[in-house]
């Protein structure tokens, strides 16, 4: 998968379907996609979407009105969104090697 906005769909897709009580499948995924999805590219995403600790694509908190408790509700957003470009950079690198 070379383009990361389509796996980030694959991974939307994935969330959908689990929020659904539906465990994420490779022909699910495929079948749910407005696009041609090649089954190693599902597989992928469903793996990305088990392994992901954090659950990237949850909502986002309430926004905290107390300035301290906003500075490190961002601190730890930062540190969430860093984790996830080190993912993706890991998973270019890997792409780019194949």
Known sequence: MKDPAIHYSLLSICKQLQEKGIKPTASLVRAKAHFNVNIADAITAIKAFHSDDDDVLAAQPEVMSD????????EKR???????????????SDQERV
């Open 67 to 74: 300035p301290v408790g906003r500075i490190e509700q961002l």
């Open 78 to 92: 930062v540190a969430q969104l860093e984790k996830v470009l080190r993912g993706v950079e890991k998973y270019l």
